[in-house]
Every structure is written in structure tokens, then in C-alpha cells.
């Protein structure tokens, strides 16, 4: 038996191995940045979308059905509550945090990548 096996207990060897895998740990850290670096991506892959449909084709071409514009404040704030959310996956101490932190910034970029489809 290992020294180092003898010595751990059983609680410690499980935070470890929370640590390392789940959505818990530093694997939160990874999401979090994970989906900080692909939110611009699919912010400009889903507003290619939105200029496809046929009413943004129509107010680009012709200048007609322009009404309607992206709800730029709701877009806004989303972008910075998943930035805070985003900081405060990357940097609490506590498991928990990181984990309710992570959850915050996926919804608010669901959100604001709605927001943007929306305009469709």
C-alpha cells in the first residue's frame, strides 16, 4: 500500500477526485472558459442566421420591414452578466460557486444568443 493512500481520507480522496472530474473543480474552470471563447463564434454564426431570413434580406435589399431592431439592452446586459459569471467561475475558491457561477453565464449566453435570433 502506498504511504501517501494510507494517510488521505476518504473525504479528501473524494474532493480530489471531484476536483479533477464532473462539472465540479477545475473542470468548471474549463467550461466556463470553454464557453466564454465559443460565445463569439455562435454570436456571429447565429446573427449570419437571423440576416438570412427573409424579413433582414428585405430590409438590407429594399429598406422595407425595418421596424423592429435587436433589443440592444437586453443583449447588452446578458453579455455582462455572462462576463461576470464567466470571472466568477474562473476565480471563486468553492466548488459550489463555480458551479452556480457556470450555470448563470451558459443561460445568460443562451439568452443573448436568443436575443439575437430573435431579430430573425
Known amino acids: 500500500m502506498n504511504t501517501a493512500e494510507s494517510r488521505s481520507t476518504p473525504a479528501t480522496k473524494e ?4 476536483d479533477r472530474t ?3 473543480g477545475r473542470s468548471s474552470r474549463f467550461w466556463s472558459f470553454l464557453a466564454a471563447v465559443l460565445f ?3 454570436a456571429l454564426a447565429v446573427g449570419l442566421l437571423a440576416l438570412s431570413s427573409e424579413r433582414a434580406g428585405r430590409c438590407l435589399t429594399y ?3 425595418c421596424g423592429s431592431s435587436l433589443p440592444g439592452t437586453l443583449f447588452v446586459w446578458n453579455v455582462g452578466v455572462s462576463g461576470v459569471a464567466c470571472v466568477v ?3 471563486a475558491p468553492a466548488v459550489r460557486v463555480r458551479r452556480v457561477a457556470l450555470i448563470a453565464q ?3 449566453e443562451c439568452v443573448a444568443l436568443i436575443v439575437i435570433l430573435s431579430y430573425a
Open 22 to 24: 464532473g462539472f465540479g
Open 40 to 42: 463569439v463564434p455562435a
Open 63 to 65: 429598406g422595407e420591414q
Open 15 to 18: 474532493r480530489r477526485a471531484t
Open 106 to 108: 451558459l443561460l445568460a
Open 89 to 91: 467561475a474562473l476565480v
